[in-house]
């Protein structure tokens, strides 16, 4: 189910974990085109990974990550590869700095 999702996927699900956010919010949070926020958004919405309340004409639509055992395993996932990351960054500074 959560095969084949990109980082642009990645950072969606994880930037809509604790609250419902709109397309504009989620487009600026990743630095892309709305349009390609939508396109994201139906793929999240097939693979189930994600609710979207549509305000209807004239008002917002919100998007929030599904809670559930197994995209909460991935979201983990997520969590502890970035934290292991930015843990290697910060030795490489400190090892940079320290010569």
């Not at 998007?63 to 490489?92: A, H, P, V, W």
Request: overall charge positive; some cysteine; proline content about 1%.
């Amino acid at each position: 189910m959560i095969n084949n999702l990109n980082e642009n996927d990645n950072q969606l699900l994880l930037f809509c974990i604790n609250e419902k956010k709109t397309i504009t919010e989620i487009a600026k949070h990743l630095q892309i085109a709305p349009k390609n926020v939508s396109v994201r958004l139906e793929k999240l919405k097939e693979k189930n990974l994600i609710d979207i309340n549509k305000g209807g004409i004239g008002k917002k639509t919100f998007i929030r990550t599904k809670k559930g055992d197994e995209i909460k395993k991935y979201l983990e996932t997520l969590i502890l590869k970035y934290s292991l990351i930015i843990n290697k960054l910060k030795e490489n500074i400190n090892k940079i700095k320290n010569g």
